[in-house]
Nanobody, 124 residues
């Protein structure tokens, strides 16, 4: 079983910065992609940023130029650097991993695991 552990959330002033981290552990054959989603109260969960196995990135229009997704393959960790934070960024942020497994003579080309979520609150 693969687990994701998130950290780095908290309370910040508008215009401030945070860096979220998400570390994966467990049996992983290959990572297809990793990403960050967020969900505010009363709203649908939305994609914030994602990075593929070949380095392609995708960002929500609302965060372009302010957020940056990156990864450390040696640590199986994905980061989200969040700058110029706005009150509208307030949400629970979830990391996500799309990966394959190969063990016990069995190959599974795609599994998806979600992190537990970390609260980001931007308020004056």
């Amino acid at each position: 079983q693969v687990q994701l552990v998130e950290s780095g959330g908290g309370l910040v002033q508008p215009g401030g910065s945070l860096r979220l981290s998400c570390a994966a552990s467990g049996t992983i054959f290959s990572i297809n992609a990793m990403g960050w989603y967020r969900q505010a109260p009363g709203k649908q969960r939305e994609l914030v940023a994602a990075i593929s196995n070949v380095g392609n990135t995708n960002y929500a229009d609302s965060v372009k130029g302010r957020f940056t997704i990156s990864r450390d393959n040696a640590k199986n960790t994905v980061y989200l650097q969040m700058n110029s934070l706005k009150p509208d960024d307030t949400a629970v942020y979830y990391c996500n991993i799309d990966y394959s497994t190969y063990y016990g003579g069995s190959y599974d080309p795609r599994r998806v695991t979600w992190g537990q979520g970390t609260q980001v609150t931007v308020s004056s």
